[in-house]
């Protein structure tokens, strides 16, 4: 597999990968500045360094780098053959797409996958029954969602997003996605069924900081009525918190600007 499809498969499929790049070689070594290794979970994924013995310290390198979280640079000597040979490496993390994650099976929850599909979002449902009217590359996990976040945690920049609020999973799935490091958390529902949210979290001792976090009734106002303009709404929101908005329209009033 090549390197740089290699790295795009990952970054769809929401894995975190290590890229380790030869910036230069010293001595007779089987390398060349440019070579490259991609790394996921400790295994080499596309790529070589040159030789096995340059991919294991590559491997190093890159497990040096997720456990900092941050990008190594370094010098490696091999001394191993009568003339020591060095390659300076450099390992960096290549983050996935962020995550939408919506939970339910419900027209509004088809609704967002496909708007999401659209706006080039990487789009999991959850539902305790599976679902397959969903539109193409939707990943769909049959689950109940509170277990299902449990075992996989959102992460930092990933949204998360539930549209049944009467479902019984409703108040385990909201505890785990606050306490999480979702950047987005949203529950479909009026401004009564919110309050009612809120007032269970809180009985059950979800602190003020996490409640804080929730986006509920979640959407912009844009008088939605059906699933799709629903979903419409909760994808527009999501986006622009993303990028530090506040959702109002763009508009000029031209009978007031000079021309």
Same mark, same amino acid.
Request: proline share 7%; glycine share 10%.
């Given at each position: 597999?090549?390197?740089?499809?290699? &790295?795009?498969?990952?970054?769809?499929?929401?894995?975190? $990968?290590?890229? *380790?790049?030869?910036?230069?070689?010293?001595?007779?070594?089987?390398?060349?500045?440019?070579?490259? %290794?991609?790394?996921?979970?400790?295994?080499?994924?596309?790529?070589?360094?040159?030789?096995?013995?340059?991919?294991?310290?590559?491997?190093?390198?890159?497990?040096? =780098?997720? !456990?900092?979280?941050? @990008?190594?640079?370094?010098?490696?000597?091999? +001394?191993?053959?009568?003339?020591?040979?060095?390659?300076? %490496?450099?390992?960096?993390? !290549?983050?996935?797409?962020?995550?939408?994650?919506?939970?339910?099976?419900?027209?509004?929850?088809?609704?967002?996958?496909?708007?999401?599909?659209?706006?080039?979002?990487?789009?999991? %449902?959850? =539902?305790?029954?599976?679902?397959?009217?969903? @539109?193409?590359?939707?990943?769909?996990?049959?689950? +109940?969602?509170?277990?299902?976040?449990?075992?996989?945690?959102?992460?930092?920049?990933?949204? $998360?997003? &539930?549209?049944?609020?009467?479902?019984?999973? $409703?108040?385990?799935?909201?505890?785990?996605?606050?306490?999480?490091? =979702?950047?987005?958390?949203?529950?479909?529902?009026?401004?009564?069924?919110?309050?009612?949210?809120?007032?269970? &979290?809180?009985?059950?001792? #979800? @602190? +003020?900081?996490?409640?804080?976090?929730?986006?509920?009734?979640?959407?912009?106002?844009?008088?939605?009525?059906?699933?799709?303009?629903?979903?419409?709404?909760? *994808?527009?929101?999501? #986006?622009? #918190?993303?990028?530090?908005?506040?959702?109002?329209?763009?508009?000029? +009033?031209?009978?007031?600007? @000079?021309?």
């Amino acid at each position: 597999m090549e390197v740089f499809d290699a &790295l795009a498969q990952a970054r769809a499929r929401g894995q975190r $990968v290590v890229l *380790v790049t030869v910036l230069g070689v010293e001595g007779q070594a089987p390398s060349r500045p440019g070579a490259k %290794l991609v790394v996921h979970d400790g295994e080499p994924v596309a790529g070589t360094l040159g030789c096995a013995e340059f991919d294991t310290a590559g491997l190093a390198l890159a497990a040096e =780098a997720v !456990n900092a979280g941050e @990008p190594i640079r370094r010098r490696e000597v091999f +001394d191993s053959h009568a003339e020591p040979r060095a390659l300076e %490496l450099f390992a960096e993390i !290549n983050e996935p797409e962020p995550a939408l994650l919506v939970l339910g099976g419900t027209p509004v929850a088809r609704a967002v996958c496909e708007i999401a599909r659209v706006a080039g979002r990487r789009v999991t %449902l959850v =539902a305790a029954g599976g679902e397959v009217a969903v @539109p193409p590359h939707v990943e769909v996990k049959a689950d +109940d969602p509170g277990r299902y976040l449990l075992a996989a945690p959102p992460g930092p920049g990933d949204a $998360v997003v &539930l549209t049944d609020h009467d479902a019984g999973w $409703v108040d385990e799935a909201l505890r785990v996605a606050l306490a999480s490091e =979702a950047q987005f958390v949203g529950m479909l529902g009026s401004r009564r069924h919110a309050p009612e949210a809120v007032r269970r &979290l809180r009985a059950s001792g #979800v @602190p +003020d900081e996490h409640l804080r976090r929730l986006h509920a009734p979640v959407g912009l106002d844009i008088g939605s009525r059906s699933p799709g303009e629903i979903a419409l709404s909760i *994808v527009a929101q999501i #986006v622009a #918190v993303e990028r530090g908005r506040d959702g109002r329209a763009l508009s000029i +009033d031209w009978s007031t600007q @000079p021309t």
